[in-house]
């Protein structure tokens, strides 16, 4: 009898086992009938998977769009989603903080102001950005991986791989003003096509001050309890036949197959919610010497690096309002990472992630080891990359301060770096000339108008210094060479003569340089001492690191392939979810607190009383605005209050989320609207690289606090007509 029971368990587990569980995963949204439906409704969701993705039908996933940028549309920085039938988008206040940022100056201080366009034609232009909506999707691997086999070498794969995409891509925008994109998953084991609609007039219509939007900044970043109010809105324009065009007057705006009705019901505890977005890369599937390699030595020397670039900037930030405008955007951005990597190695720490990982290759080296038909596809093959990882750590390392001291280090660098050509042209290219100097006059703009030269002198100063210690001298560009020895050191006495010297640091004196531009100027732009550097920097990276790095890498590539492959045939039973690779997913979990440790237990959601408990007028971060505070006290939260006459701002949910998901719609279980994913709780920031139900959360922005602010703070309830809100 016992062992009946026991059989009929097992045979139970294993038909549980066989779906696809909530919490961890990000699903493609085509094959969600097939893996996660069942467990999606068994969880709460009351549609069906056609209603979220489907070919014929205006479904969910047609209110959603990719926010990327002319040039590189397929990158998706942001998710956003349409809440009108006029085009009308929202997204996060951080995804729109470049463009808010771009439109501010010290008498149009939008950051601090905030912004709101009273009528349509107050709405601010924005180029460059996209949004692209997904039309449909397909599994193409067959056709990409045609006439592959495993005796093909490595460079042929590659490059019939590129060859076939490029054929699968233009067959499908033949005939249609469609793009399409072939992306690999699972490590290059399968292929998808995803075909949009891109939309490349993008309009901003309003944000909050930066003290609601950001409220919190840097210092509540990735963390839980959090109170911002991150949020942004934009317009969609399309021509006159709601096809996307560049920006003209003409232009109207489009009106989408789908908006998301928006739900003033909340997130209660364990309610269903699900997140559709964009999430752009993790990496849950490494081995344990590819984590080692990232958290014993990339990330660590990073956040070094980063580390002092934001101390150098904060004290220039905290001293002028020019530099705090010029400089906020570009300090959110080197924080945003440098915060999330410490995060990281505390998580995967704490989960003992490298052990598990190790254990799972024991398991897997035995099961690759128990047939000879298997032996000859998988043995080895961990330990073989243990090897090439640690031929990469010293190139890693060149790489990362390469990157990170070097050509993203002080500013001056890679914009210098940008009049290689011009400095180079030869009387054959004389023709590209004219057009040369115009971009470079506009980059110049661009660059100048949020540069502080003397904050870049002393990142630049600091970063050689630090470059030029933390490597031997065989990774070293060979001017950073020069530069120690001859100035024995001084890195601070380099950068004030060689930036008061450069054209670079001056726009004035560029300008000079760049009107009636003449060939033979290029031998001053050769001797410029920062176009020296930087060309030092960017040769050497460009020739010594990247290639070698690249040669381990596809090494190590080629055998994650395989390994990936090897773990998905030795674990039958399991339903994997390829790593987020910037195409549209599908999240699912519920709503949910956290022990995030000793004694200390989250609740799942903030209201503005927190807002309040945090505001402190001394602090920038928490300096609560004095209508928001006039509205807490006379407890004017109209219909968007929650039961309890409480003002919810944010909630906390076990949605498997990561960078890219920022701005997502977080709905409920009847596909409404109830808040916008923007960030995840600091205990749990490791989920890129391994998930943890008990205290991985997404931080998303309840949508009720978001109608609150526009209506009843910024006076703009005109936008709520357009909306479909339902009780
Ligand atoms: N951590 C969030 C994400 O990765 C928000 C970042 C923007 N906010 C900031 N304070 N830097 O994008
Ligand atoms: N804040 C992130 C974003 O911008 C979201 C995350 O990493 O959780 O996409």
Not at 99 to 112: G, M, N, P, R, V
Not at 653 to 682: Q, Y
Request: aromatic share 12%.
């Amino acid at each position: 009898m016992i062992k009946k029971i026991s059989l009929l368990l097992i045979a139970f587990i294993l038909l549980i086992g066989a779906q696809a569980k909530a919490d961890e995963g990000m699903w493609i949204p085509m094959l969600l009938e097939k893996y996660n439906i069942e467990d999606m409704q068994k969880a709460g969701f009351k549609l069906s998977a056609a209603d979220i993705y489907s070919l014929n039908e205006a479904c969910l996933k047609d209110a959603v769009v990719g926010l990327g940028r002319e040039g590189s549309p397929f990158h998706h920085f942001c998710t956003g989603e349409l809440i009108s039938d006029e085009g009308l988008m929202v997204t996060n206040y951080h995804c729109g903080y470049g463009a808010i940022q771009d439109h501010s100056t010290l008498e149009h201080d939008y950051l601090k102001d905030g912004f709101w366009a009273m009528s349509r034609d107050e709405e601010l232009v924005n180029e460059g950005i996209t949004a692209s909506f997904l039309i449909r999707m397909e599994d193409v691997t067959s056709q990409v991986l045609d006439s592959i086999t495993d005796e093909t070498k490595e460079d042929d794969r590659q490059k019939m791989i590129q060859k076939h995409i490029k054929k699968i891509q233009k067959a499908s925008e033949k005939d249609s003003d469609y793009r399409a994109s072939v992306k690999a998953f699972f490590n290059g084991n399968q292929y998808f096509l995803s075909v949009y609609e891109i939309y490349k007039d993008v309009r901003l219509v309003g944000a909050p001050p930066s003290a609601i939007g950001k409220f919190g900044g840097d210092t509540d970043n990735w963390m839980w309890p959090r109170h911002t109010g991150d949020f942004s809105m934009f317009r969609i324009y399309a021509d006159k036949d709601n096809k996307p065009a560049s920006y003209s007057k003409e232009n109207v705006p489009m009106i989408p197959k789908q908006s998301f009705k928006i739900s003033l019901k909340g997130a209660n505890e364990g309610d269903f919610t699900m997140v559709f977005g964009y999430p752009g890369t993790t990496t849950e599937y490494l081995t344990s010497d590819a984590l080692d390699l990232m958290t014993k030595v990339d990330n660590p020397h990073k956040i070094k690096i980063r580390t002092k670039k934001l101390d150098l900037m904060r004290a220039d930030m905290d001293a002028s309002p020019l530099v705090r405008i010029q400089y906020s955007a570009k300090y959110a951005g080197v924080s945003n990472s440098w915060k999330r990597w410490q995060g990281e190695i505390k998580g995967l720490d704490r989960l003992n992630a490298i052990s598990k990982k190790k254990e799972l290759e024991k398991k897997f080296e035995v099961w690759a080891n128990s047939s000879d038909d298997l032996e000859t596809k998988y043995a080895g093959i961990v330990s073989e990359m243990g090897v090439l990882y640690k031929e990469l750590t010293p190139v890693s390392l060149a790489r990362d301060y390469a990157i990170e001291a070097g050509m993203r280090g002080a500013e001056v660098v890679s914009f210098a770096h940008k009049f290689k050509k011009i400095a180079r042209l030869t009387k054959k290219d004389k023709d590209q000339l004219a057009d040369l100097v115009v971009d470079l006059q506009k980059s110049g703009d661009k660059f100048f108008k949020n540069y502080n030269v003397s904050t870049d002198r002393k990142l630049l100063a600091a970063l050689l210094k630090m470059y030029s210690e933390n490597l031997e001298d065989k990774y070293l560009p060979k001017e950073i060479v020069d530069i120690r020895d001859k100035y024995k050191g001084d890195f601070e006495a380099y950068a004030e003569k060689a930036m008061s010297k450069s054209v670079f640091t001056d726009q004035a004196k560029l300008n000079e340089l760049l009107s009636d531009y003449k060939l033979s100027r290029g031998k001053r732009l050769a001797k410029d001492p920062i176009f020296v550097l930087a060309n030092s920097i960017f040769f050497f990276y460009e020739s010594e690191i990247s290639p070698v790095y690249t040669k381990v890498l596809t090494k190590t590539t080629k055998l994650q392939r395989t390994y990936m492959a090897g773990l998905m045939e030795m674990q039958k039973e399991k339903i994997f979810y390829p790593d987020a690779n910037s195409t549209f997913r599908v999240h699912y979990g519920k709503v949910a607190g956290y022990k995030a440790r000793n004694a200390v237990t989250y609740d799942y959601y903030t209201t503005l009383e927190g807002i309040i408990e945090k505001d402190n007028p001394e602090i920038f971060d928490y300096d609560v605005p004095q209508k928001l505070r006039d509205l807490y006290h006379a407890k004017e939260f109209g219909s968007y209050a929650n039961t309890q006459g409480e003002m919810p701002v944010c909630f906390a949910a076990t949605n498997h989320t990561t960078g890219g998901n920022s701005g997502s719609p977080v709905l409920n279980a009847n596909g409404e609207l109830i808040g916008l994913n923007f960030d995840r709780a600091w205990e749990g920031v490791m989920s890129d690289l391994m998930y943890d139900p008990e205290i991985c959360r997404n931080v998303s922005l309840d949508i009720r606090y978001v109608l609150f602010i526009v209506d009843k703070f910024a006076g703009a309830g005109y936008l709520l007509d357009e909306m479909n809100i339902v009780q």
